[in-house]
């Protein structure tokens, strides 16, 4: 059974990083394209960031200059580095992987398999 399985959440102050991590485990990592989403209180759930098999990452307006998705394929992991996090960057943050179905990377129908989220809350 694919599990993804996120980690590095937690409780921070304006300005400060976080490291998120995802592994995955019972699935061949690297034909996948792997995404952050996250889901505020009362938002809907939106990407974050992502990077394709080839590693080409993408990123939402939002964090781009600021945080950073990498993949580590022979590990089967994806991280996602935060700096300058703000009050904003608070939410749910989920893990997830997507195979080329037609969807866009920014569409939660892209992605097949998904974490159980990890929270990160930033504290002015």
């Known amino acids: 059974q694919v599990q993804l399985v996120e980690s590095g959440g937690g409780l921070v102050q304006v300005g400060e990083s976080l490291r998120l991590s995802c592994a995955a485990s019972?699935?061949?990592?690297?034909?996948?394209?792997t995404a952050w989403y996250r889901q505020a209180p009362g938002k809907q759930r939106e990407l974050v960031a992502a990077v394709t098999s080839t590693s080409i990452p993408t990123y939402a307006r939002s964090v781009k200059g600021r945080f950073t998705i990498s993949r580590d394929n022979a590990k089967n992991t994806v991280n996602l580095q935060m700096n300058s996090l703000t009050p904003e960057d608070t939410a749910v943050y989920y893990c997830a992987l997507g195979g080329d179905n037609g969807f866009a990377l920014g569409n939660p129908r892209r992605y097949v398999y998904w974490g159980q989220g990890t929270q990160v809350t930033v504290s002015s």
């Open positions: 019972a699935i061949h990592f690297s034909p996948y394209v």
